[in-house]
């Protein structure tokens, strides 16, 4: 053989072993595409538990949905859900303590192993992650990867409390798991998140999905969606449990409590006796793998209706009080559900062999078939009299019709606040207001410099990936509420300018750590009085310091507009929430806006808003104001039209702002339009004149909206014609000269 041909042979064999041994997620090895995930250096952060972003279902979805964007291409949702399992779900990691490489391993991803292995299609395909930034990747990893901790902490005094504390309500570095060690008695656990129906293991909930669109016959395991769901995690906790914890009793369910309930990050789980391990079936693992189950029954059916549903709409339909297409199929009906879904039988059988097939991997014990099936006829007896037991939040029907917030909120923060204060009340707001690619968008903005932190996004993940605790503590601090409205009037302006506001509501949020000056309160006085004239909906909010009289000259109602603040530690996070309820009640409860984007400019016109669009079971808010409809000839008016999508109820008032048949005038549309002729609206002075408001409800949709949130929406648009802009001739020059000293302001600060 030549020395060319041997280089050759060797240049193969080299290329072949490094693909040997390049890791994957079936196996012990940590994966070399989350390696990242567990070095500190390579990306700050993103270790230790406490400085991740929150571990709630939105924080979820918004990862979700960017994937789902960047394989755009990619219709089929089994091969994005199967991908990113494959990708990104490692289970049961442990620290190691090694000092060489990265001192974790996955010591407990034996179903994870074999569910990948003879469930998931073995094709080699790329998910494209083009755009999802490092620490986003780490993200979706650690929400989807289910770990256990049940190390003794030594915190146990002050966190083992929450988890009865917390119970059913939104309610240190990584260690992971030790083989050596005094045991917690309130072990955490990681890849869960938080959401209004109980804590939900995401990747039970994620493997149950990908069954769903392509369930079958596993020999020597049975069903694939049995054993990625119930009959998988029953095994699968039984099994080691038994090995790891000898002679402990198989314990089914939980009390469960988040280390705070802003920005939920570690699950901390208590037992109902003393015998809770971290290999208990919790009470997350049992609702994600009831809810997978659900999903994963009901796919092949959504999918004869909606070929191109995706994964994240029957995510967001099923976790909301509509549902998926119906009010049955929906997280608040799980204890119903599991009684028409659930045989009893059956899945005796397939959680018989899904321990015989894991203990193959795991190795509790030499153990036959009928001696497996004996002990999972206890497990599943256990199970359904504690499922029946569960005290999760049931179906509210006054939530219905589902209201649609839409805002463009602007957050002014005091950075004298501890950043840990600040982070948790900008999470829980954002996690709270829709906040996502088809609703609301925030900008985060230093309250005393006036530099945007943040630009405007409606990325839940820029949070934390362009604000942390040391951008924070080394920013200027000291609330300047001056400086603060200009930039709010700066970044409005640019919005008018470039026509791109309006179809949302408008609200800026200051967050001061100190109460305004006599001369800040004129001073913000008269510049609310101007900005009026240009943007009347603009809606200002403060959740701080002080007390309702220090704002009276600030806000036009300081009872509704005002919350305080105190700094924030996890022990005070249920008080600190209940005033932070007080400011997204007012943001959820305030209308879209309809904005005639041509003023200032004079003379009649005609406006065609965007195309919107409203779900099934769904209801969105409008409101008019007489600034945008006041002025005109006799011919204007305000048209809404369903474009030939469904079917919808439109309502309107001038005194109501949230119109319903009880009381208000309404109508159905169908591939037709009606109109407010404006002109008889106002007949005294502008200052006499309401608010035209509307609400737009979907009935029924005939067609799918594939780019929509939800996709069994109805599109319609509303259009205003022939109206003028301003109150007055007096008004709209006030309004010019407004536009004018506002490009004078931004010119002088880019010099």
Same mark, same amino acid.
């Given at each position: 053989?030549?020395?060319?041909?041997?280089?050759?042979?060797?240049?193969?064999? *080299?290329?072949?072993?490094?693909?040997?041994? =390049?890791?994957?997620?079936?196996?012990?090895?940590?994966?070399?595409?989350?390696?990242?995930?567990?070095?500190?250096?390579?990306?700050?952060?993103?270790?230790?538990?406490?400085?991740?972003?929150?571990?709630?279902?939105?924080?979820?979805?918004?990862?979700?949905?960017?994937?789902?964007?960047?394989?755009?291409?990619?219709?089929?949702?089994?091969?994005?859900?199967?991908?990113?399992?494959?990708?990104?779900?490692?289970?049961?990691?442990?620290?190691?303590?090694?000092?060489?490489?990265?001192?974790?391993?996955?010591?407990?991803?034996?179903?994870?192993?074999?569910?990948?292995?003879?469930?998931?299609?073995?094709?080699?395909?790329?998910?494209?992650?083009?755009?999802?930034?490092?620490?986003?990747?780490?993200?979706?990893?650690? *929400?989807?990867?289910?770990?256990?901790?049940?190390?003794?902490?030594?915190?146990?005094?002050?966190?083992?409390?929450?988890?009865?504390?917390?119970?059913?309500?939104?309610?240190?570095?990584?260690?992971?798991?030790?083989?050596?060690?005094?045991?917690?008695?309130?072990? #955490?656990?990681?890849?869960?998140?938080?959401?209004?129906?109980?804590?939900?293991? +995401?990747?039970?909930?994620?493997?149950?999905?990908?069954?769903?669109?392509?369930?079958?016959?596993?020999?020597?395991?049975?069903?694939?969606?049995?054993?990625?769901?119930?009959?998988?995690?029953?095994?699968?906790?039984?099994?080691?449990?038994?090995?790891?914890?000898?002679?402990?009793?198989?314990?089914?369910?939980?009390?469960?409590?988040?280390?705070?309930?802003?920005?939920?990050?570690? $699950? #901390?789980?208590?037992?109902?006796?003393? =015998?809770?391990?971290?290999?208990?079936?919790?009470?997350?693992?049992?609702?994600?793998?009831?809810?997978?189950?659900?999903?994963?029954?009901?796919?092949?059916?959504?999918?004869?209706?909606?070929?191109?549903? %995706?994964?994240?709409?029957?995510?967001?339909?099923?976790?909301?009080?509509?549902?998926?297409?119906?009010?049955?199929?929906?997280?608040?009906?799980? =204890?119903?559900?599991?009684?028409?879904?659930?045989?009893?039988? +059956?899945?005796?059988?397939?959680?018989?062999?899904?321990?015989?097939?894991?203990?193959?991997?795991?190795?509790?014990?030499?153990?036959?078939?009928?001696?497996?099936?004996?002990?999972?006829?206890?497990?599943?007896?256990?199970?359904?009299?504690?499922?029946?037991?569960?005290?999760?939040?049931?179906?509210?029907?006054?939530?219905?019709?589902?209201?649609?917030?839409?805002?463009?909120?602007?957050?002014?923060?005091?950075?004298?606040?501890?950043?840990?204060?600040?982070?948790?009340?900008?999470?829980?707001?954002?996690?709270?207001?829709?906040?996502?690619?088809?609703?609301?968008?925030?900008?985060?903005?230093?309250?005393?410099?006036?530099?945007?932190?943040?630009?405007?996004?409606?990325?839940?993940?820029? *949070? #934390?990936?362009?604000?942390?605790?040391?951008?924070?503590?080394?920013?200027?601090?000291?609330?300047?509420?001056?400086?603060?409205?200009?930039?709010?009037?700066?970044?409005? @302006?640019?919005?008018?300018?470039?026509?791109?506001?309006?179809?949302?509501?408008?609200?800026?949020?200051?967050?001061?750590?100190?109460?305004?000056?006599?001369?800040?309160?004129?001073?913000?006085?008269?510049?609310?009085?101007?900005?009026?004239?240009?943007?009347?909906?603009?809606?200002?909010? +403060?959740?701080?310091?002080?007390?309702?009289?220090?704002?009276?000259?600030?806000?036009?109602?300081?009872?509704?507009?005002?919350?305080?603040?105190?700094?924030?530690?996890?022990?005070?996070?249920?008080?600190?929430?209940?005033?932070?309820?007080?400011?997204?009640?007012?943001?959820?409860?305030?209308?879209?806006?309809?904005?005639?984007?041509?003023?200032?400019?004079?003379?009649?016109?005609?406006?065609?808003?965007?195309?919107?669009?409203?779900?099934?079971?769904?209801?969105?808010?409008?409101?008019?104001?007489?600034?945008?409809?006041?002025?005109?000839?006799?011919? %204007? =008016?305000?048209?809404?039209?369903?474009?030939?999508?469904?079917?919808?109820?439109?309502?309107?008032?001038?005194?109501?702002?949230?119109?319903?048949?009880?009381?208000?005038?309404?109508?159905? $549309?169908?591939?037709?339009?009606?109109?407010?002729?404006?002109?008889?609206?106002?007949?005294?002075?502008?200052?006499?004149?309401?608010?035209?408001?509307?609400?737009?409800?979907?009935?029924?949709?005939?067609?799918?909206? %594939?780019?929509?949130?939800?996709?069994?929406?109805?599109? #319609?648009?509303?259009?205003?014609?022939?109206?003028?802009?301003?109150?007055?001739?007096?008004?709209?020059?006030?309004?010019?000269?407004?536009?004018?000293? $506002? @490009?004078?302001?931004?010119?002088?600060?880019?010099?």
């Amino acid at each position: 053989m030549s020395d060319y041909s041997i280089c050759i042979f060797a240049a193969i064999l *080299l290329i072949s072993c490094v693909h040997c041994l =390049k890791s994957n997620t079936t196996s012990s090895v940590i994966a070399d595409q989350l390696r990242n995930c567990y070095n500190d250096t390579a990306i700050p952060g993103t270790l230790t538990p406490k400085t991740r972003s929150a571990a709630t279902l939105n924080f979820f979805l918004d990862v979700l949905r960017e994937l789902e964007d960047i394989n755009k291409n990619t219709k089929d949702g089994y091969y994005i859900s199967s991908d990113i399992i494959k990708r990104f779900r490692q289970d049961g990691i442990v620290y190691t303590g090694s000092g060489i490489g990265i001192p974790y391993t996955a010591n407990y991803n034996d179903k994870n192993s074999v569910l990948q292995k003879k469930t998931l299609d073995t094709t080699e395909r790329t998910l494209l992650l083009t755009g999802l930034t490092q620490k986003e990747q780490c993200t979706l990893h650690f *929400l989807i990867s289910t770990t256990s901790n049940g190390t003794l902490r030594g915190d146990e005094s002050s966190t083992c409390g929450r988890s009865s504390r917390y119970t059913s309500r939104f309610v240190r570095q990584a260690e992971l798991l030790y083989v050596d060690k005094e045991s917690s008695s309130c072990p #955490y656990q990681l890849g869960v998140v938080a959401n209004k129906w109980g804590a939900v293991s +995401v990747g039970s909930l994620l493997s149950g999905i990908a069954a769903g669109f392509k369930n079958q016959e596993v020999p020597e395991l049975g069903n694939s969606l049995y054993a990625n769901t119930l009959s998988g995690d029953l095994a699968e906790t039984c099994l080691y449990n038994s090995k790891e914890m000898k002679g402990n009793e198989y314990v089914v369910g939980s009390t469960e409590g988040w280390d705070n309930t802003l920005s939920p990050k570690i $699950l #901390y789980n208590n037992a109902k006796s003393s =015998k809770i391990t971290e290999f208990s079936l919790t009470n997350s693992r049992i609702r994600g793998s009831l809810d997978g189950f659900y999903l994963g029954s009901n796919i092949p059916n959504w999918r004869n209706k909606y070929s191109d549903i %995706k994964i994240s709409q029957i995510v967001d339909m099923y976790y909301s009080p509509r549902g998926v297409f119906n009010n049955s199929i929906r997280a608040c009906n799980r =204890k119903i559900l599991e009684t028409s879904y659930v045989s009893t039988g +059956v899945l005796t059988n397939e959680t018989a062999l899904a321990l015989v097939k894991l203990n193959s991997k795991i190795g509790a014990g030499s153990i036959t078939l009928e001696e497996f099936t004996a002990v999972a006829a206890n497990q599943i007896s256990k199970f359904n009299s504690y499922v029946a037991s569960l005290s999760d939040v049931s179906c509210d029907e006054n939530d219905l019709p589902l209201q649609e917030t839409a805002t463009d909120i602007l957050i002014y923060i005091d950075t004298k606040w501890t950043y840990k204060t600040a982070e948790a009340v900008v999470t829980y707001i954002l996690d709270n207001i829709d906040v996502n690619k088809y609703n609301s968008n925030y900008t985060l903005i230093n309250g005393n410099t006036g530099q945007v932190i943040i630009n405007s996004t409606y990325r839940l993940s820029h *949070l #934390y990936e362009y604000y942390n605790a040391s951008l924070h503590d080394n920013s200027a601090s000291a609330f300047d509420f001056n400086t603060a409205v200009n930039s709010a009037e700066h970044l409005l @302006s640019n919005k008018v300018t470039t026509r791109n506001i309006g179809g949302r509501s408008t609200v800026i949020l200051f967050i001061p750590n100190s109460v305004p000056t006599a001369s800040e309160k004129s001073f913000i006085s008269q510049r609310k009085q101007i900005l009026s004239n240009t943007l009347s909906s603009v809606q200002f909010l +403060v959740l701080g310091a002080g007390a309702e009289s220090d704002y009276t000259d600030i806000l036009s109602n300081p009872s509704k507009q005002f919350a305080q603040l105190y700094n924030f530690d996890d022990s005070n996070s249920e008080s600190i929430k209940t005033n932070v309820n007080k400011i997204v009640d007012v943001i959820l409860n305030t209308p879209r806006e309809i904005v005639n984007t041509n003023c200032p400019t004079s003379g009649n016109n005609i406006y065609a808003a965007p195309v919107y669009n409203v779900p099934s079971q769904g209801v969105s808010y409008f409101r008019l104001s007489p600034l945008f409809f006041y002025r005109g000839d006799s011919s %204007k =008016k305000l048209k809404i039209r369903e474009m030939g999508t469904g079917r919808l109820y439109v309502c309107s008032s001038m005194s109501n702002d949230k119109p319903s048949n009880a009381t208000d005038s309404c109508t159905i $549309l169908s591939s037709n339009e009606t109109y407010y002729d404006l002109s008889s609206y106002c007949s005294g002075s502008y200052e006499s004149c309401s608010s035209l408001y509307l609400s737009v409800e979907g009935w029924e949709a005939r067609t799918m909206c %594939k780019e929509c949130r939800f996709p069994d929406s109805i599109k #319609y648009q509303i259009t205003l014609e022939n109206v003028g802009c301003g109150a007055s001739s007096s008004v709209a020059l006030a309004a010019s000269l407004f536009l004018v000293l $506002l @490009s004078l302001y931004n010119v002088f600060i880019s010099l």
